[in-house]
């Protein structure tokens, strides 16, 4: 009986996934290689839940640096991994070498890779910056990145960690003023829905 209710349960999280505004977004757009972060997001968040080992490690160092190659932003989702590990975990070692790992990774594209190939600019995306702008948009985003599925991030303490993971990549959506980035119509929660 209990493996029939898991599966009912299953059942419906993916019709609500089938639903839910990220994710169709996400593969409604055009191909681009944040989108294995949303696999890759989901197979880290269960390789942290696997046994601690030198080859569970081996592997979910893998996995990480396949999703720091997926975008610039990428050092955000494995800040959530952090806060998961943390968070849900108690896995306070694991929890601080990902910080570490994003950290060092952002401060590499951002401030030594990207300056390189874009002639010495160092922030090319400052121009997006608009934390105090399209805040009736934001709201409808936030709205509907949680209620989406149908309150289900919230519910529990591994849900709730598991979405506060997903706060970085949110917090840099929320900070432009770009309307594309928060209305759901490209790949820009690719990463951020993985948590949800």
């Known amino acids: 009986q209990a493996r029939w ?18 994710l169709l977004a996400t593969w409604s757009a055009q191909f681009q290689p944040i989108e294995l972060g949303f696999p890759l997001v989901i197979a880290a968040l269960l390789l942290l839940h696997a046994a601690p080992g030198r080859g569970r490690a081996v592997l979910l160092g893998f996995v990480v640096l396949l999703l720091l190659m997926t975008r610039e932003s990428a050092p955000l989702s494995v800040a959530g991994l952090a806060i998961y590990a943390a968070g849900a975990l108690r896995r306070w070692r694991m929890a601080l070498t990902l910080a570490i790992v994003a950290v060092v990774w952002c401060w590499v594209t951002m401030g030594l890779v990207m ?16 934390i105090t702008e399209l805040w009736d948009l934001k709201a409808l985003y936030l709205a509907a990145l949680v209620g989406g599925l149908g309150f289900l991030p919230l519910l529990g303490k591994h849900a ?11 917090l840099l959506n929320i900070a432009v003023k770009r309307e594309q980035q928060i209305t759901f119509q490209g790949h820009y929660d690719a990463q951020v829905c993985a948590f949800l």
Do not use: D, N, Q
Not at 115 to 130: C, D, I, L, M, T
Not at 160 to 170: E, M
């Open 5 to 22: 209710a898991k599966l009912v349960v299953l059942g419906r999280l993916l019709a609500l996934m089938g639903l839910y505004p990220p």
């Open 160 to 170: 709730c960690w598991a979405s506060a993971g997903a706060i970085p990549g949110v």
């Open 115 to 130: 300056p390189y190939f874009r002639a010495g600019e160092r922030w090319g995306h400052v121009r997006h910056y608009g």
